[in-house]
């Protein structure tokens, strides 16, 4: 009953706000106490080693991974738990499903459904959620894969496209549910190079677009070009955030210098 | 265009010279112009002749069906379409039907409980999933049919509390009641494992995927899990339904006059015509297994949409496909 609600309650200003997120798997600490407040409309670029925890935090965003203490909200809205006097509780599976419904994922394996067309993996969340009747889900596809380019890929299967199609088809439908904050898990990872350019291109205009985007990513030159911030986390805390032409090109600590000289 | 190969030539010429050391390897003879047009494929010599054995003993077992005196042929089409023979037929059919719709439900539910997180259900699953594979289904058919013997009551209890329903069994179950439930709880112990296999080949990302959407867990199974794995289960489960098929003959031991008891009871009454009756009995299980294989073809197809980049022809298309080749090349030889 002393800890009100308030003390919870994020500041309704950030899109993405972060207090004290710790998480462990069989002991091991993967996040170590991360703070962290990302603006709405804002890009941010989480660097770091593998195993540094970079990718639970971004899971731990829409409570694909739970955390085992502290708070993640999104647009103001505690993410996964609700405070009953003074503690946290997980929520129940049907208020997850709502809230993961504003928050899109985009995962390093594209994680298509291979069953369906590229129309029918855009229209399916649409139809899941009874947002919109069959007719107007499949327009409302057909124009989301106009905007990533695939518009006359419509009825192709997943497996009939390249990895960097398939990924753009991907994008297009974590954007199906119009979500406030957009998360890519190494987006190009699983892509030859000559395909990272295309999927690239498409997160570079949903950035101009206004869109909040949380990437984790080792392209360190698409970084400087597009994140207004970035964060580079080592073992489960921030080792350093800022605009990338400090965090990048003029970085303070020495593990930061190491891990970018390794990258680049 | 003949430019760019002699220059190539000579350079694998000069490449090979002796002057380039002791390494080096032995020239290549460039085959001539004319040689460059066509690769003839290779002859598969050993397959032609196993093809040979195989049609010579194809038409020595085709001349035996026809003109073996012992088959009776002319008796046969007398038993395959008699009217016992039918009525058992239709029971066969009957019987494979509800318990093979009873055994799909029960193991669909069974493999859900083997995959959730409850220690219980998973053991609970696996405990009659044991029993009841172990189970002799002879044994298991008479358990159903004399179901009193065992439970004297049927009731619903819980500990502690009163029952919520009672009644007495019957003496005996009704024979078509025993015979199906008994062959439903022995097959849902089979569909169990099938469905479950068929579940945990469909790749953990999908379920991630339908997670990140906020799908509820029954759209996550009818719509994206299920559909995948149906297309490893299909032809595991078509293999069962066969299976069940033709165990379902065991409903002899509750007392139902099945198609194998119809042919049972005719070869015993006129033990002359053993071998039409026989015939005449499996001609009708080999009958219903084509039109399950046939099924199964369709749907496998059905499901390998989006598996397979094109999906596999199906007969009326291979055949339409031959026929017009045949045709091309006809009109070819013609001209």
């Keep these: ?264 | 265009m003949t430019a760019t190969p002699d220059v190539a030539l000579d350079q694998s010429r000069a490449l090979a010279s002796p002057s380039s050391g002791p390494q080096a390897t032995t020239a290549l003879v460039a085959p001539s112009e004319e040689a460059l047009r066509r690769v003839v494929p290779r002859r598969h010599w050993g397959r032609w002749a196993a093809s040979v054995l195989v049609a010579l003993l194809l038409v020595s077992l085709v001349t035996n069906v026809a003109q073996n005196p012992n088959y009776q042929w002319a008796q046969f089409w007398g038993y395959f379409t008699r009217p016992v023979v039918l009525r058992g037929l239709l029971l066969t059919l009957q019987v494979t039907l509800y318990a093979g719709v009873l055994g799909f439900v029960l193991g669909v539910l069974l493999a859900l409980a083997r995959l959730s997180g409850s220690g219980l259900l998973n053991a609970a699953a696996w405990v009659y999933i044991w029993f009841f594979r172990s189970l002799p289904l002879t044994v298991l058919l008479i358990i159903t049919f004399n179901v009193s013997q065992f439970f004297p009551t049927l009731a619903l209890k819980l500990p502690l509390l009163p029952a919520l329903f009672s009644t007495d069994t019957p003496l005996l179950l009704p024979a078509l009641a025993a015979g199906v439930v008994g062959l439903a709880i022995n097959e849902a112990a089979y569909a169990a494992e099938l469905i479950r296999g068929g579940v945990l080949s469909v790749d953990q990302g999908q379920v991630e995927a339908a997670n990140a959407l906020g799908l509820s867990p029954w759209r996550r199974l009818t719509r994206i899990v299920g559909p995948q794995a149906l297309r490893s289960i299909v032809p595991g489960y078509v293999n069962q339904l066969i299976g069940l098929v033709k165990m379902s003959s065991l409903v002899y031991y509750v007392g139902l006059a099945d198609m194998f008891t119809a042919v049972y009871i005719l070869e015993s009454r006129t033990p002359n015509d053993i071998v039409p009756i026989l015939l005449a009995g499996s001609a009708w299980y080999l009958v219903i297994a084509a039109v399950l294989s046939v099924v199964q073809f369709y749907v496998e197809r059905h499901y390998a949409r989006g598996a397979v980049r094109t999906l596999p022809p199906t007969p009326w298309q291979r055949l339409r496909r031959r026929l017009t080749g045949l045709r091309v090349r006809l009109a070819e030889v013609t001209r």
């Design chain 1, 1 to 264: 009953m002393s800890t009100p609600a308030a003390a919870y309650a994020a500041p309704t200003s950030a899109a993405v706000e972060i207090r004290h997120a710790r998480k462990s798997f069989s002991g091991h600490q993967v996040l170590a106490g991360i703070d962290l407040s990302l603006a709405p409309g804002s890009v941010t670029v989480i660097l770091g080693p593998s195993g540094s925890g970079k990718s639970t935090l971004l899971r731990a965003i829409n409570h694909l991974e739970p955390l085992d203490s502290g708070y993640i909200a999104v647009g103001g809205e505690l993410i996964g738990v609700e405070e009953r006097r003074g503690r946290l509780h997980e929520l129940a599976p049907r208020a997850i499903r709502r809230q993961r419904t504003r928050i899109g994922f985009v995962a390093q394996s594209f994680n298509l459904f291979g069953h369906l067309s590229a129309l029918d993996n855009v229209a399916e969340p649409l139809l899941a959620h009874r947002r919109q009747a069959r007719q107007q889900a499949r327009a409302t596809a057909l124009e989301l894969l106009g905007r990533v380019g695939l518009a006359d890929r419509a009825d192709a299967y997943p497996r009939q496209l390249s990895g960097g199609q398939q990924q753009r088809v991907a994008i297009a439908r974590a954007l199906a549910l119009e979500p406030e904050v957009l998360l890519f898990d190494e987006p190009t990872s699983a892509l030859d190079p000559e395909l990272v350019g295309e999927v690239l291109a498409v997160i570079k205009q949903l950035a101009e677009d206004g869109a909040t985007l949380v990437i984790v990513s080792h392209e360190i030159g698409f970084a400087r070009e597009v994140a207004d911030h970035v964060v580079f986390i080592d073992g489960g805390v921030i080792v350093e955030q800022g605009p990338p032409s400090i965090v990048i090109d003029a970085p303070q600590h020495a593990r930061t210098c190491e891990f970018l000289g390794k990258v680049r």
